[in-house]
């Protein structure tokens, strides 16, 4: 029972540990991203009107333009 407890924990351990990272990876995505858009179209990093999230969500996110600015900056799109 003790071993059985012990090897539930670690692995409880270890998923936490990696869906850390994962979330970690998730943010760097989407500041790489959020940067490259606000580059590419004119708008201040700082703009979260209306307009520049709903252009960001409509025409950027999962574009061919955003997959390269993820290449780019060396993460796996």
Known sequence: MKKSTIILAVMAILLSGCKAQQKAIEAQRSEIS?????????????????????????????????EAALVAAGVEP
């Open 34 to 66: 959020w940067s490259a858009f606000c580059a590419a179209r004119g708008y201040d990093r700082n703009d979260n009107t209306w307009q520049a999230t709903n252009e960001y969500l409509d025409t950027w996110c999962g574009s061919a333009a955003e």
